[in-house]
T-cell receptor, first 116, second 111 residues
Framework: GAVVSQHPSWVICKSGTSVKIECRSL??????MFWYRQFPKQSLMLMAT?????????EQGVEKDKFLINHASLTLSTLTVTSAHPEDSSFYIC????????????FGPGTRLTVT | DQQVKQNSPSLSVQEGRISILNCDYT??????FLWYKKYPAEGPTFLIS?????DKNEDGRFTVFLNKSAKHLSLHIVPSQPGDSAVYFC??????????FGKGTRLHILP
């Protein structure tokens, strides 16, 4: 149980285009989902917290107009990287929280984004 | 400034021996600490955790030790097995409901 999927697993796009990444909780409902970003040999950095039916809460330094997050249902959150640039190339990981235990986060497999 | 530090990027341990992964933190407000394990092309999976009111938590082959005065925690794996080869992330959280991760330590279990 508690499986989280991401789609796509990897994507290559051209500068200036937008890319949408989906995060789904497959066998449970997640009221809260988190989006992380990881650069090579760096830690997972929390980008935003997404609550179903409300606006996402972004961490300091994360541009909300560039990284659009939509959490339209209890099983799906999407991250759209708008007007992508090569510096947006990174590994994006989502996680979904079960119930109220903040530490019970289940992570997706991640999406590798390469912007050329 | 990194609040959770894993100063060893990699560690090699003989199969059957003890693996000790270390983690330091700077924020004294952290009240919960977690270890995650990550295989390539997969997301991190929760391994073990410890509350700041405890100094040890054990789960099978895995034991986490917390030294609050030194702001240090460690994960012990004994005996180490080939399947333990992975990247291990130390993480911490305060009542702000966010998890702060370290950079990870890659553990290699040698045959």
């Amino acid at each position: 149980g508690a499986v989280v999927s991401q789609h796509p697993s990897w994507v290559i796009c051209k500068s200036g285009t937008s890319v949408k990444i989906e995060c789904r909780s497959l066998d449970f409902q997640a009221t809260t989902m988190f989006w992380y970003r990881q650069f090579p040999k760096q830690s997972l950095m929390l980008m935003a917290t997404s609550n179903e039916g409300s606006k996402a809460t972004y961490e300091q330094g994360v541009e909300k107009d560039k990284f659009l997050i939509n959490h339209a249902s209890l099983t799906l959150s999407t991250l759209t990287v708008t007007s992508a640039h090569p510096e947006d190339s990174s590994f994006y990981i989502c996680s979904a929280r079960v119930g109220g235990s903040f530490y019970e986060q289940y992570f997706g497999p991640g999406t590798r984004l390469t912007v050329t | 400034d990194q609040q959770v530090k894993q100063n060893s990027p990699s560690l090699s341990v003989q199969e059957g021996r003890i693996s000790i992964l270390n983690c330091d933190y700077t924020n004294s407000m952290f009240d919960y600490f977690l270890w995650y394990k990550k295989y390539p092309a997969e997301g991190p999976t929760f391994l073990i955790s410890i509350s700041s009111i405890k100094d040890k938590n054990e789960d099978g082959r895995f034991t986490v030790f917390l030294n609050k005065s030194a702001k240090h925690l460690s994960l012990h794996i004994v005996p180490s097995q080939p399947g333990d080869s992975a990247v291990y992330f130390c993480a911490a959280s305060d009542r702000d409901d966010k998890i702060i991760f370290g950079k990870g330590t890659r553990l290699h279990i040698l045959p």
